[in-house]
């Protein structure tokens, strides 16, 4: 056995053994928090075994690509039914699940959006400068093994009556446009995502994301940024409404709700907030789920 079968088996042994109601898990006013290791997590992967270096550091594979962390967060009111909706948000660089949870008031505005939906935030590159995602963005239906094992997880807890999975959001901030853009590549999954939410996180992935969009009109994608990824969403406004005008650009200083529920492909731009308060300033995160294909609870 070579040294990532033995890893990735290590992951998936330590995820079976640990019990399906833990006295880890958080409860509060929001809802209840699941912080937990899963084998179809984003790492570890062959494609960070040496680690990676970023201008002239190196992040090792221990430190920063071993962790299979994934948080769940499960919304109080939540309303199960046969089959369960998710939103999968794909963090920034130089972050952990728990530190994303908190500083970006994810829980807290998934709770205020009053979606009937389950949170889930796998780890990324753990405190690393890095958009690499590891089994999401790299293998072939690596994010449809994922949302299986989540899914399977929540039945076997108690938490849902099965293990279908409904319609999914994705959502990412920054440099977790990694993450989001080999979902729609290679995922599998396209045809159970109805919104695919973008703050600040056009660096690359442009085909992804315009294709996405055109394959079909449910597809519903918006995107807030600031100056940081002007010149991504550009292209992705190129991408999509060629060969016809089919785009909002909206002020985000002054956008409604009623403006971005119209399912057309939309992009808002903000001068006043900075990249890394995005989510969480002005509750955009929860103003955006508002906008999706989501149930209410």
Request: charged residues 15%; aromatic residues 8%; neutral net charge.
């Given at each position: 056995?070579?040294?990532?079968?033995?890893?990735?088996?290590?992951?998936?042994?330590?995820?079976?053994?640990?019990?399906?109601?833990?006295?880890?898990?958080?409860?509060?006013?929001?809802?209840?928090?699941?912080?937990?290791?899963?084998?179809?997590?984003?790492?570890?992967?062959?494609?960070?075994?040496?680690?990676?270096?970023?201008?002239?550091?190196?992040?090792?594979?221990?430190?920063?690509?071993?962790?299979?962390?994934?948080?769940?967060?499960?919304?109080?009111?939540?309303?199960?039914?046969?089959?369960?909706?998710?939103?999968?948000?794909?963090?920034?660089?130089?972050?952990?699940?728990?530190?994303?949870?908190?500083?970006?008031?994810?829980?807290?505005?998934?709770?205020?959006?009053?979606?009937?939906?389950?949170?889930?935030?796998?780890?990324?590159?753990?405190?690393?400068?890095?958009?690499?995602?590891?089994?999401?963005?790299?293998?072939?239906?690596?994010?449809?093994?994922?949302?299986?094992?989540?899914?399977?997880?929540?039945?076997?807890?108690?938490?849902?009556?099965?293990?279908?999975?409904?319609?999914?959001?994705?959502?990412?901030?920054?440099?977790?446009?990694?993450?989001?853009?080999?979902?729609?590549?290679?995922?599998?999954?396209?045809?159970?995502?109805?919104d695919v939410l973008l703050f600040d996180a056009a660096y690359g992935y442009y085909d992804a994301f315009a294709n996405w969009q055109k394959a079909t009109p449910d597809h519903h994608f918006l995107s807030l940024f600031t100056?940081?990824?002007?010149?991504?969403?550009?292209?992705?406004?190129?991408?999509?409404?060629?060969?016809?005008?089919?785009?909002?650009?909206?002020?985000?200083?002054?956008?409604?709700?009623?403006?971005?529920?119209?399912?057309?492909?939309?992009?808002?731009?903000?001068?006043?907030?900075?990249?890394?308060?995005?989510?969480?300033?002005?509750?955009?995160?929860?103003?955006?789920?508002?906008?999706?294909?989501?149930?209410?609870?």
């Open positions: 056995m070579n040294r990532q079968t033995f890893i990735a088996a290590a992951a998936a042994s330590a995820a079976a053994a640990l019990p399906l109601l833990s006295d880890a898990d958080e409860t509060s006013a929001a809802g209840t928090t699941i912080l937990r290791p899963f084998a179809s997590a984003p790492f570890p992967h062959a494609s960070r075994s040496q680690g990676h270096t970023y201008q002239g550091k190196l992040y090792a594979q221990a430190a920063s690509y071993s962790d299979a962390t994934v948080g769940i967060f499960i919304p109080r009111g939540f309303r199960p039914g046969p089959a369960t909706d998710f939103i999968v948000h794909f963090h920034g660089w130089n972050n952990d699940v728990a530190t994303v949870l908190t500083r970006y008031r994810l829980r807290e505005q998934v709770a205020a959006s009053n979606r009937n939906a389950i949170l889930v935030v796998p780890q990324g590159p753990k405190d690393a400068p890095d958009s690499g995602d590891g089994k999401l963005e790299l293998d072939p239906s690596g994010f449809a093994r994922f949302m299986r094992e989540v899914a399977s997880f929540l039945q076997q807890r108690g938490t849902t009556p099965s293990a279908q999975v409904g319609r999914i959001v994705l959502s990412a901030h920054s440099g977790g446009y990694g993450g989001a853009g080999g979902v729609l590549t290679r995922g599998g999954m396209n045809e159970s995502i109805t100056d940081d990824t002007s010149t991504g969403n550009t292209a992705i406004m190129a991408m999509i409404e060629a060969p016809a005008p089919n785009i909002f650009v909206r002020n985000a200083d002054t956008m409604t709700l009623a403006q971005l529920q119209t399912r057309a492909p939309t992009f808002a731009l903000t001068t006043t907030v900075a990249h890394d308060e995005l989510l969480q300033k002005l509750s955009w995160y929860a103003l955006f789920l508002q906008a999706t294909a989501l149930a209410a609870r």
